[in-house]
Nanobody, 123 residues
Framework: HVQLVESGGGSVQAGGSLRLACAASGYSYCLAWFRQRPGNEREAVAGIVFAGGIIDDGHTYYGDSVKGRFTIAGDPAKNTVYLQMSNLQPEDTAMYYC???????????????WGQGTQVTVS
């Protein structure tokens, strides 16, 4: 499996911004961010066709709760995908996980490889 290492989590006040990073150790066709809020199931946040660095920014996918506030983008030189989060709210408090998949990048059930997660706390 490709190893995924997340970074960039932390604490921020409501209305603030954070950028998460996920560095992949090898080829990934799809990369995505999921989150798990306290007491809730893991939910999809955003996904992108990464294709080992041949990034298709035209094929990005977002969960309904973050559309317009979060942006996913990739850096092929670093084999890294980012999640830019703006206008953060307390309900965005969660553990954020990077995931990789090999089929349909907008089909959240296809992601089957996970990082360890990074905590985001909004107060």
């Amino acid at each position: 499996h490709v190893q995924l290492v997340e970074s960039g989590g932390g604490s921020v006040q409501a209305g603030g911004s954070l950028r998460l990073a996920c560095a992949a150790s090898g080829y990934s066709y799809c990369l995505a961010w999921f989150r798990q809020r306290p007491g809730n199931e893991r939910e999809a946040v955003a996904g992108i066709v990464f294709a080992g660095g041949i990034i298709d920014d035209g094929h990005t996918y977002y969960g309904d709760s973050v559309k317009g506030r979060f942006t996913i983008a990739g850096d092929p030189a670093k084999n890294t995908v980012y999640l830019q989060m703006s206008n953060l709210q307390p309900e965005d408090t969660a553990m954020y996980y990077c995931a990789s998949g090999s089929l349909a990048c907008g089909r959240w059930s296809d992601y089957n490889n996970w990082g360890q997660g990074t905590q985001v706390t909004v107060s």
